[in-house]
């Protein structure tokens, strides 16, 4: 486990994956992601890469050729090296080398910066094409945030604030059998109070949305994801059908990319929120969180 830290903050972030899995305020005391327990949720903060959410029959066609692929791709899976380190920030890289080419026909660099900055860790991905070809790929983030925070606290406590993208319409999605439908355009976007059955649907689904607040109405206590010029944002929760509850924490994930529309082609190169890299280039993208 690699940490970073500095004074308002002390982070872990694991090899495998590069996922962040814990995240301490030092000053007022407060572990914000979630535990990973699987017994909701076994993972904390994966990169989702080269796709994001659900393929169509968990397939796809390139070049005449059909590959498989399962949800939110293989790149969260993946042991990255260490490829700088300073004490309040740390990078990490992971090289194709061949190894992904029965599922994704394309080579590539992969790196992960993470900078702490007083209360805020920033996110920063760079994916290198390595090919003689573009490249077609999503990223996205997954983060859990551990909801509530005090004991004190119930997840009611808790309200989502959105603020658009300035100048753009948004449009809102809903999941059906883990595909995407449209829903329609929403200029604004109320606040939403947790509830139980919030994502009994799955995942809220957003495009051109700037920034999110998850915060306690009784504390104040909460997160700020800044996602500027990300084109599509999801907000999910696992729905325990057991009893009808929501799981105590709450994801926030800025993504390139979205899944399969149930009308898709399953071709990558019309896939809808592709990305295309051209040879020898680097895509580069940045979040950041506040923890307050």
């Not at 740390?90 to 080579?107: M, N, T």
């Not at 709450?250 to 149930?262: F, L, N």
């Not at 190169?269 to 020898?280: C, H, P, V």
Request: proline share 4%; glycine share 6%; hydrophobic share 40%.
């Amino acid at each position: 486990m690699i940490v970073i830290e500095n004074d308002w903050l002390k982070v872990e972030i694991a090899s495998n994956g590069a996922e962040i899995r814990k995240v301490k305020h030092k000053k007022n005391g407060l572990d914000y992601m979630w535990t990973g327990d699987n017994a909701y949720w076994g993972r904390v903060s994966p990169v989702l890469f080269p796709i994001v959410g659900r393929l169509k029959k968990d397939q796809y066609q390139l070049n005449g050729q059909t590959y498989e692929m399962s949800q939110h791709g293989f790149l969260r899976d993946v042991i990255f090296d260490l490829d700088k380190r300073t004490p309040t920030s740390v990078s990490f890289v992971v090289e194709s080398a061949g190894r992904f080419l029965h599922v994704y026909p394309y080579e590539f660099k992969a790196f992960i910066h993470y900078m702490l900055k007083e209360e805020s860790l920033i996110v920063r991905w760079e994916i290198v094409n390595e090919n003689t070809e573009e490249m077609y790929f999503s990223i996205g983030a997954h983060p859990a945030f551990k909801v509530p925070l005090l004991e004190n606290e119930t997840f009611e406590d808790y309200s989502l604030h959105f603020t658009p993208a300035a100048n753009k319409n948004v449009m809102e999605y809903e999941l059906k059998d883990s595909l995407i439908h449209e829903k329609g355009t929403a200029n604004a976007i109320p606040t939403i109070q947790l509830t139980d059955s919030l994502f009994i649907n799955d995942a809220l689904v957003y495009s051109n949305i700037d920034f999110i607040t998850l915060v306690s109405n009784k504390s104040s206590h909460g997160i700020e994801v800044t996602l500027d010029n990300f084109p599509f944002v999801g907000v999910w929760s696992k729905y325990m059908d057991k009893d009808g509850t929501m799981a105590p924490f709450v994801c926030i994930e800025p993504w390139y990319g979205i899944a399969d529309t149930y009308n898709t082609s399953g071709k990558m190169d019309e896939k809808f929120g592709i990305n295309k890299l051209k040879i020898g280039e680097t895509f580069e993208a940045e979040y950041k969180m506040k923890f307050k």
